[in-house]
């Protein structure tokens, strides 16, 4: 049986995982720091937590459920106390693409992301309340091994199914790749974008339009426009009136270049790096 030492299993995205890891074929050993994160574990999936070297010993993957600007610290304390060929299983490129993991040749570094449950999905009832994913909702993911032999990669994409799950396509991706999906294109742009658009929204409420109604027109409206744009409605396209309102708004909205800024690998590289020492 596969052994995997949980670090953080208490805190929001340990205890996710947790519950996902739980009535599968791996044996878990949880750790949490935390008084507080170690009873939300409980209350949540009836688990107890374990000292930190207990989980390490002989364990074949660990899966670091900690937040980003901690990785470098934790994974360095760690280090020494891991088996030759034991897996370091990190759910962020952030830490990794910054050059935070320590140098050791004889473990495995594989990283793991989320997709969350797509835009344009067949989820039905509550299930379609599940906006994260990992609970109810199907999603995507996408894995990277960064060292380690390939024979790992299978083993470390079938826990990264499990702590996911349910889990439709598994994307295999180089760990720049992953960065420059996170932050660059789903936080540098999209989270930037969408708070644009709340902000839009927000003004036209303020310029008279009903809250409710602002809200009903915005989010209708992308959802045939990002359909158009992305190709999933078949044979859509927009009107004569949105392609000359779209030709006029770009230079207003956004400066000439704005994707190579932003997606410019040094640019990435100081993104991670922002993340992971928030404080510098």
């Not at 750790?31 to 409980?42: A, I, M, P, T, Y």
């Not at 045939?224 to 708004?249: H, M, N, V």
């Amino acid at each position: 049986m596969t052994k995997i030492a949980l670090l953080g299993a208490g805190g929001k995205m340990g205890v996710r995982l947790a519950t996902n890891l739980q009535g599968t074929d791996y044996d878990v050993a949880h750790v949490e720091v935390s008084e507080g994160g170690r009873e939300r574990l409980k209350s949540a999936t009836g688990l107890d937590c374990v000292e930190q070297g207990q989980a390490l010993s002989r364990a074949d993957a660990v899966v670091l459920a900690v937040p980003d600007r901690a990785i470098g610290a934790v994974s360095h304390e760690i280090i020494d106390r891991l088996d030759p060929g034991t897996a370091v299983i990190v759910l962020d490129a952030a830490a990794p693409h910054a050059g935070e993991m320590p140098d050791r040749d004889d473990v495995t570094y594989f990283v793991t992301h989320p997709c969350h449950p797509p835009l344009f999905n067949d989820e039905e009832g509550e299930d379609r309340l599940d906006f994260f994913g990992g609970v109810k909702a199907k999603q995507h993911i996408v894995c990277a091994l960064m060292q380690g032999p390939e024979e790992h990669y299978a083993m470390c994409e079938a826990v990264a199914r499990e702590i996911w799950k349910p889990v439709m396509r598994s994307h295999r991706v180089t760990v720049e790749q992953l960065a420059i999906l996170e932050p660059a294109l789903s936080e540098t742009v999209g989270a930037t974008l969408a708070l644009a658009l709340r902000d839009a929204t927000d003004e036209a409420v303020r310029r008279g339009v009903p809250e409710q109604a602002a809200h009903d027109f915005m989010l209708g409206h992308l959802n045939i426009e990002l359909a158009i744009a992305f190709g999933i409605f078949p044979g859509g396209q927009f009107s004569d009136g949105a392609l000359k309102a779209i030709e006029t708004a770009k230079p207003v909205i956004f400066r000439d270049g704005w994707l190579d800024r932003v997606f410019d690998p040094d640019a990435v590289l100081t993104s991670v790096k922002d993340i992971c020492h928030p404080d510098d």
